[in-house]
């Protein structure tokens, strides 16, 4: 039989009635207690769980005494019993250490010089807590119920002073709080663990497990930063609606002083006398006839520097440069898909897999301004490109490779580096593009509704070419129409 001597005095007390086993009884998840403690513990909870781990059984448990541990209670209480003797071996109570949590919980109380008690608990906080009305009791005592100083999150049971240092004792890493009531709230009803991570996607706390699960992915931080977040944006609301309070206040204290200064002074308020101009005259034909000249003249001023600031480019289709799936006209003035490869020499200029034409004109300087009939055509692409960019193979119209370009048909969007989505309503069935190229712009325009649809801004420093993309996908399409210029072009430049 083992020794009292090897064990430690704490292995032969009950960690409820806090004395030396009697009828010692072991229950399922390993920890052992009185038998007349546990079950007057049952009786008085409306669940049968562990009053240490608090884990929960479905029934209660069949228990029955622990004889070695009885044999070794009972000898314990008969060294007990005798008259301590020096190098005796009765089994003397250790010094209780500090639990790391409660030391880390009274290091503002410390600063100040704030005697506290072996447990890290002010002497305050003890007697409010036993004697304040509307405290949280121990959930350990049985009998008479005395009121705890400190709740524990990991065993989510609130301990009095007594029974807080054999907790202490067995688990120096568990974290302790100031006592409160509603523990079970501060766990996860699905995992049954602590609530200690805030799901800011979902707004709401969870637990370790649950980031694993419902909230993979989520943004997830700690429960108390999230909480300090929360405390700092409501001190901000709060200082914004003082601020708020105080200039209504005032507001209406203006408002009040010019209401009795109106008081003290009625002719303030009185309109002054105004004029009859009913009887008067103007001569509006004179007056309209001289406006409608002078903005005349302004508008032919105007079109004048249009004309002398940008070029009207006659954009030619290059046919050395189309795909083998597009017809390009005679004049080179019109595009279409015939919906049949043609045999054609794969020169090092044309484009073999994308459906891609390039116009003739060489773009290096200046401003340049050409139209296109687009129609109801279902996927297209209208812009420049350098003339150095690449014709084989599987080509991205962005940007990034040398096109600025407008998307149009089912969808429209611009093909910067990411694409943009645009929203164009009604359709434009006639895209005007215009090419600044020492100021590295490139902007479309809706002919028909004269209204702007997206500029690229970039830095140009090498020749750039008129650009076409047309596809169709089961039958050959309508023609894309290089328009001539008859009239001034009729839109607004961004």
């Known amino acids: 039989m ?10 032969c007390y009950c960690s409820i009635c806090l004395d030396v086993f009697s009828n010692p009884v072991s229950i399922p998840c390993g920890h052992n207690f009185c038998l ?6 049952w009786q008085s909870c409306a669940l049968y769980q562990c009053p240490m781990c608090k884990k ?20 314990f209480r008969g060294l007990g019993a005798r008259s301590p003797k020096p190098n005796s071996l009765v089994p003397t109570v ?35 807590d036993s004697g304040g009305a509307g405290g949280v009791a121990c959930d350990v005592c049985t009998g008479v119920q005395q009121m705890a100083v400190r709740s524990c999150l990991v065993c989510l049971t609130s301990y009095c002073q007594e029974h807080l240092k054999s907790h202490s004792t067995r688990f120096t890493k568990h974290k302790l709080i100031q006592p409160v009531s509603n523990l079970q709230d501060r766990m996860c009803q699905k995992h049954e663990r602590l609530l200690e991570l805030f799901c800011r996607s979902d707004q709401t706390c969870v637990c370790v497990l649950c980031i694993e699960t419902d909230h993979r992915a989520h943004f997830t931080i700690s429960a108390e930063r999230a909480w300090l977040e929360k405390k700092t944006q409501l001190k ?14 005032r507001k209406v204290e203006e408002i009040r002083q010019c209401v009795e200064l109106s008081r003290s002074f009625p002719s303030l ?8 101009w009913s009887d008067v005259g103007v001569h509006t034909d004179v007056c309209v006839g001289t406006v409608r000249r002078a903005v005349t003249q302004l508008e032919d001023s105007l079109m004048e520097q249009v004309d002398k600031l940008t070029k009207m480019v006659e954009v030619t289709l290059d046919s050395h440069t189309a795909n083998p799936w597009l017809q390009v006209s005679e004049d080179g003035k019109q595009l279409r898909h015939g919906g049949v490869w043609q045999d054609l020499p794969d020169g090092a200029e044309r484009f073999d897999t994308v459906v891609i034409v390039l116009g003739k004109e060489r773009l290096t300087s200046g401003r340049h301004y050409w139209e296109v009939q687009v129609g109801q055509k279902d996927d297209w692409y209208l812009g420049v490109s350098k003339a150095s960019v690449n014709r084989k193979g599987r080509i991205a119209v962005s940007t990034a490779h040398g096109y600025w370009a407008l998307k149009g048909g089912r969808d429209y969007r611009a093909s910067s580096t990411p694409p943009i989505t645009l929203s164009l309503h009604p359709r434009p069935r006639q895209v005007g593009v215009y090419l600044d190229y020492e100021e590295g712009q490139v902007s479309f325009y809706d002919v028909e509704n004269r209204s702007h649809i997206y500029t690229f801004m970039d830095t140009f420093t090498e020749t750039l070419l008129p650009f076409f993309y047309l596809y169709c996908c089961d039958k050959a399409s309508d023609s894309l129409t290089i328009c001539p210029f008859t009239q001034k072009p009729a839109i607004k430049q961004c």
């Open 2 to 11: 083992a020794s009292p001597s090897l064990l430690s005095e704490e292995q």
């Open 36 to 41: 007349g403690c546990i079950g007057g513990y």
């Open 56 to 75: 929960t059984f479905c029934k209660r448990p069949e228990i029955s005494i622990n004889t070695v541990l009885k044999e070794i209670a009972e000898q």
């Open 94 to 128: 250790p010094e209780v250490p500090r639990a790391p949590e409660l030391e880390i919980q009274s290091k503002d109380s410390a600063e100040v010089g704030v005697p506290r008690t072996e447990f890290g608990v002010q002497p305050s906080e003890i007697q409010l």
């Open 236 to 249: 901000k609301t709060e200082a914004d609606v003082q601020q708020m309070m105080q200039e209504r206040q």
């Open 269 to 276: 308020c009185t309109p002054p006398h105004t004029k009859d």
